[in-house]
Structures are given as structure tokens and as C-alpha cells.
């Protein structure tokens, strides 16, 4: 499976993105999804997961603003992103796997494959 991320862009603060990840293939199989981000100098970190089942979870640093979901009939995962701000700018990556769909798991970024990434700049 091919990941490939589209979306980012640069945007001032208290904006809206939304971030695409389109698969090569069929997600049906993939029992979790999710996004992750790094930012220059820092580790990489879950930003939000899906499961197959539409289960979710965020990031508290993104709690409320962020929104993760996926369309199984177009192969497709999305991050909505609201009142954005400048601590959030970072290379973000899609990444999708067969793993249990577990905290730990998505968490620590136990997935299967990922996309190249797609930067998201916030400007104060």
C-alpha cells in the first residue's frame, strides 16, 4: 500500500487546513490509520488514529481543534485541522497498518507503511 499525502500548506494562525492521504489500494483490510507529525528538532508524535471501526484517538494538544476520519469507499484518510497555531507546524505523515488497533500501538507508531509527508506551516 502507497500512502501519499496532500494538503499542507502555509496558514496563519487561527486557520483551517485539511490534510488527504489517498492509498494505492483498498483501506478495508487496514485496521488502523492515523497521522502522525515531527517538527525540526523533535521526536515524532501521534497526532490522531482511526480504526477500522471509526474509533479514534487524538493527541491531547489537538483535542477539540483536530478531527481524523477515512473513507473507506474512496481509500481515502483525512485530518481536518481548526484554529490552527503555530506550535503545530510540522511535517505530517499519513501511516496505516494491520496491527491491532491498540493505544500502544498507534501510539508508538507501530504501522505498517507511511507516506512521504506533507508540511504544514503556521505563522503567527
Known amino acids: 500500500v502507497q500512502l501519499v499525502e496532500t494538503g499542507g500548506g502555509l496558514v496563519q494562525a487561527g486557520g483551517s487546513l485539511r490534510l488527504s492521504c489517498a492509498a494505492s489500494?483498498?483501506?478495508?483490510?487496514?485496521?488502523?490509520m492515523g497521522w502522525y507529525r515531527q517538527a525540526p528538532g523533535k521526536e515524532r508524535e501521534l497526532v490522531a488514529a482511526?480504526?477500522?471501526?471509526?474509533?479514534?484517538l487524538y493527541a491531547d494538544s489537538v483535542k477539540g481543534r483536530f478531527a481524523i476520519s477515512r473513507d473507506n469507499a474512496k481509500n481515502t484518510l483525512y485530518l481536518q485541522m481548526h484554529s490552527l497555531k503555530p506550535e503545530d507546524t510540522a511535517m505530517y505523515y499519513c501511516?496505516?497498518?494491520?496491527?491491532?488497533?491498540?493505544?500502544?500501538?498507534?501510539?508508538?507508531?507501530?504501522?505498517?507503511?507511511w507516506g512521504k509527508g506533507t508540511l504544514v506551516t503556521v505563522s503567527s
Open positions: 489500494g483498498s483501506i478495508l483490510s487496514l485496521t488502523a
Open positions: 501511516a496505516a497498518g494491520t496491527v491491532p488497533y491498540t493505544d500502544y500501538n498507534v501510539s508508538r507508531g507501530g504501522m505498517d507503511y
Open positions: 482511526i480504526s477500522s471501526g471509526g474509533s479514534t
